[in-house]
């Protein structure tokens, strides 16, 4: 069984600041996803990475993909409110369409 | 496009009874997957399909619970009889497969019983 660790579990900031989160493995992934889950609904994909080392973007937040291909992270820039959520790796195994998620990096916002 | 669609949002049942959750794949997607979400397991998957079939079932906890696809726009997970740690929000996942796998989630079913 592929295990995604997240950290922080839990975060807490004041809007404008910056955060960044983790999603780390000790597996190696065709790819890796991240989605946003907010209270009372499903989650929902943000972006999808690829290759070793990519960086894709998405308005003010910014991921990245290891090297390696075993773990990836989140990066928000001057956070809103509206960033408030649980946000969800999952990383895709080769050949295989099964996802194995992380447990989530829920995070606050506080205007 | 209509996403993913799950049927009862909420389902409160006493221990003992049957539960049918129904989900509805988005069209053409041709993988459907069943997830169950916790506070202390995160998002666990139970069974996935491909083109109706079953592919993996390991994720299923108990013979209690039961999966089916009888065609390529509907799919209905049982637990029969249900118990109280069976209680969790239950998600349906589709996807049209390929190299990057990735999933649209339906809203969910918020499982509780009693």
């Known amino acids: 069984t592929q295990l995604l660790e997240q950290s922080p579990q839990f975060l807490s900031i004041q809007e404008g600041e910056n955060l960044t989160v983790y999603c780390n493995s000790s597996?190696?992934?065709?790819?890796l996803q991240w989605y946003r889950q907010e209270p009372g609904e499903g989650p929902v994909l943000l972006v999808t990475?690829?290759?070793?080392?990519e960086v894709k973007k998405l308005k003010r937040l910014t991921f990245q993909f290891g090297d390696a291909r075993k773990d990836s992270s989140l990066h928000i820039t001057a956070a809103q409110p509206g960033d408030t959520g649980l946000y969800l790796c999952?990383?895709?195994?080769?050949?295989?369409?099964?996802?194995?998620f992380g447990k989530g990096n829920q995070v606050v916002v506080i205007p | 496009d209509a996403g993913v669609i799950q049927s009862p949002r909420h389902e409160v049942t006493e221990m003992g009874q049957e539960v049918t959750l129904r989900c509805k794949p988005i069209?053409?997607?041709?993988?459907l997957f069943w997830y169950r979400q916790t506070m202390m397991r995160g998002l666990e998957l139970l069974i996935y399909?491909?083109?109706?079939?079953?592919?993996?079932d390991s994720g299923m906890p108990e013979d209690r619970f039961s999966a089916k696809m009888p065609n390529a726009s509907f799919s209905t997970l049982k637990i029969q009889p249900s118990e109280p740690r069976d209680s969790a929000v239950y998600f349906c996942?589709?996807?049209?497969?390929?190299?990057?796998?990735?999933?649209?989630f339906g809203p969910g079913t918020r499982l509780t019983v009693t």
């Open positions: 996942a589709s996807s049209l497969g390929g190299q990057t796998y990735e999933q649209y």
């Open positions: 597996s190696v992934f065709s790819s």
């Open positions: 990475v690829v290759t070793g080392g």
């Open positions: 999952a990383g895709a195994d080769y050949g295989n369409n099964r996802l194995a």
């Open positions: 069209s053409g997607h041709d993988y």
């Open positions: 399909f491909n083109n109706n079939v079953p592919i993996d």
